[in-house]
Nanobody, 121 residues
């Protein structure tokens, strides 16, 4: 089975930046589409960004385009989320997710435990 471990969360002022990392176990990482999701208090978990197994196709929610960038390094079994121009409304627990397909389709197969991102005004 695949295990996912997020890191890089923390406290940052509005306008600042953070880079989240997700390290995955297993030798099949290069065949998995990966994604980042987040959940704020009192809200449903929502998609942030996804990336195909080779990194050639990415998806971003409109509110994050131009601010967030997803990338992956298959040699290191790691996916990243670079977050710039952070806003207080970005405060949430951010989760790494994996899908056992090259392109994201359907529900997530695996979830990390999440990392807290807090943006102060």
């Amino acid at each position: 089975q695949v295990q996912l471990a997020e890191s890089g969360g923390g406290l940052v002022q509005a306008g600042g930046s953070l880079r989240l990392s997700c390290a995955a176990s297993g030798r099949t990482f290069s065949g998995y589409a990966m994604g980042w999701f987040r959940q704020a208090p009192g809200k449903e978990r929502e998609v942030v960004s996804t990336i195909s197994c080779g990194g050639g196709n990415t998806y971003y929610v409109d509110s994050m385009k131009g601010r967030f960038t997803i990338s992956r390094d298959n040699a290191k079994n790691t996916v990243y989320l670079q977050m710039n121009s952070l806003k207080p409304e970005d405060t949430a627990v951010y989760y790494c997710a994996a899908k056992a397909r090259c392109t994201w389709y359907g529900p997530s197969d695996y979830w990390g435990r999440g990392t807290q991102v807090t943006v102060s005004s």
